[in-house]
């Protein structure tokens, strides 16, 4: 298991356009992707997941990545999320 925290910089948040990024890049791996956030844990291979989190700009995760190819899920992730998920 690995896991890394990360800062959501997009101005609005995971809001569908971010989220629908995060999952399809989540959903190229094997591996069990998800993000803990407050007091709860999110999927990140499911967009209605990621929405129910809520999560808003300036705000802390931490991907939880579990199977064969974790390291390169989390790796792919964070980078993902530090690029601004497709909205820079």
């Not at 700009?57 to 990545?65: T, Y």
């Amino acid at each position: 298991m690995t896991k890394q925290k990360v800062v959501i910089i997009n101005p609005t948040g995971l809001h569908l356009l971010p989220a629908g990024v995060l999952c399809k890049e989540a959903m190229k791996y094997k591996a069990s992707v998800q993000f803990s956030y407050r007091d709860g844990v999110a999927n990140a291979k499911s967009v209605l997941s990621v929405l129910g989190a809520s999560v808003k700009c300036g705000d802390e995760i931490e991907f939880i990545c579990e199977g064969e190819d974790e390291q390169d899920a989390l790796v792919a992730l964070v980078t993902a999320v530090e690029s601004g998920l497709g909205e820079y």
